[in-house]
């Protein structure tokens, strides 16, 4: 028995990239919980970029949680949304790194 977990930004912007995990032997939790690949409730980016970023790529979902094996998914939720960083000088260092 074996099982194993691979969750992180994967910048997965490409049509490739839709099929890639299962054509490793991957499953998608977002997609093994129902959700629609294009569903706002599954985009994981967008939320808290600058705007030039939004208007260029708009939501999308470029986090992932795939798995493999014996395990499942039973949920998936988001974190850290609406978070603001309340420090004036990292706030405007976060943004330089942005642009």
Do not use: H
């Not at 970029?49 to 039973?74: F, H, N, W």
């Not at 706030?91 to 790194?97: F, N, P, T, W």
């Amino acid at each position: 028995m074996y099982a194993g977990v691979f969750a992180r930004d994967m910048d997965a912007n490409k049509p490739l990239d839709r099929t890639l995990p299962q054509e490793n032997g991957f499953r998608d939790a977002c997609l093994e919980l129902g959700v629609k690949e294009d569903a706002e409730e599954g985009c994981t980016w967008d939320f808290q970029s600058q705007e030039m970023a939004r208007k260029r790529y708009g939501p999308t979902r470029l986090d992932k949680v795939l798995y493999c094996g014996e395990i499942g998914a039973g949920s998936l939720e988001k974190i850290g949304m609406g978070v603001t960083v309340e420090d004036e000088v990292i706030r405007e260092k976060l943004g330089e790194r942005a642009k």
